[in-house]
């Protein structure tokens, strides 16, 4: 989707510069100048019946293999649709708005214990439908598990490991400090899995419940997401009769930094209320809304 917003000086070839926001946003870099200094967890057990439903009912459409997955990053979307502030990021102290929508994601080439895991980052639109965001990731997996040559980030980590750790550890502090100005080239922050709208691990495909990851400090992710496997849970509903249903674990890690607690709490419920109304997601939105200037 094209914006008709013009490079300004202060942008960085990832994300513009927010200069609107008040004052004592722009003061909390300062205050947590590290991703980590600013992670907050957050838990959820996100009721799925009808997430279930749907997708077995697109399996059955020819939709093969369509799953939770990408149904959480078609939520996850949906919602920066609607609330575009969650796909801030902090570098150089600064708040920045990210020009695009990038989902990084851990995969493995296959389940064996010996296959080699690899990161994959995926591009999207905020008017993309989950059969969009089912299409954009299964061509990327394919094409990581049927090759055998390295991707971009694989080849940028095999170079600079073949370098003295002295050596390394200098080249590293230059690419931060690049990174802090905003002077990292387009083709290492393509490669890089640090650079991104969120990360994203599906533990339930490892039949594992989900754990509170850390972000990196190196980059500008500002969300981790990992959630396992579907349980199923027994309740008493109103009438006080046993029902049984379907939940799914998730665990957030939020970098506090980008937006107050209110603005997290309605990206929470909105994504509750995809969960409880997963057909919307099988449209575009009507409205994309913008982030501040």
């Known amino acids: 989707m094209q914006s008709s917003y013009k490079h300004r000086a202060g942008d960085r070839k990832d994300g513009r510069l927010l ?3 008040p004052a004592f946003n722009k003061f909390i870099p300062y205050i947590m100048p590290q991703r980590n200094d600013a992670c ?5 057990s996100f009721e799925v019946s009808a997430v279930d439903k749907c997708l077995r009912q697109e399996r059955v459409n020819g939709y093969k293999g369509i799953g939770f997955l990408h ?16 796909n801030r990021f ?6 920045y708005a990210r020009n695009t929508i990038t989902i990084v994601m851990t995969i493995k080439r296959s389940l064996s214990v010996d296959a080699s895991e690899t990161t994959i980052k995926v591009d999207f639109e905020p008017t993309d439908t ?11 997996v394919d094409e990581i598990k049927s090759g055998v040559d390295r991707n971009g980030t694989e080849e940028v980590a095999e170079t600079l490991s073949r370098f003295p750790r002295m050596i ?3 080249i590293l502090g230059v690419l931060k400090a690049m990174d802090y100005f905003g002077w990292l080239p387009q083709s290492l922050i393509n490669a890089s899995p640090f650079h991104g709208s969120m990360i994203i691990t599906d533990l339930g495909s490892l039949r594992i419940g989900p754990v509170f990851h850390h972000i990196y400090n190196f980059g500008n992710l500002p969300v981790f997401i990992a959630f396992g496997a579907k349980r199923r849970a027994y309740e008493i509903d109103r009438t006080g ?6 939940y799914i674990d998730t665990k ?6 980008i937006a107050d607690g209110h603005y997290y709490a309605q990206f929470l419920q909105a994504l509750r209320y995809i969960f409880a109304h997963p057909e919307i997601l099988e449209r575009s939105p009507s409205r994309v809304i913008e982030d501040v200037s």
């Open 19 to 21: 200069r609107s926001l």
């Open 90 to 95: 902090v570098a150089g102290r600064r708040i």
């Open 168 to 170: 390394l550890r200098m």
């Open 252 to 257: 957030f890690v939020l970098d506090e930094r």
């Open 40 to 44: 907050n967890q957050y838990e959820e």
């Open 71 to 86: 149904f959480m990053i078609a939520s996850y979307i949906r919602c920066l649709s609607m609330l575009p502030g969650m």
């Open 241 to 246: 009769q046993t029902v049984s249903k379907k």
């Open 130 to 140: 989950i059969f969009d965001v089912y299409r954009k990731i299964n061509e990327k």
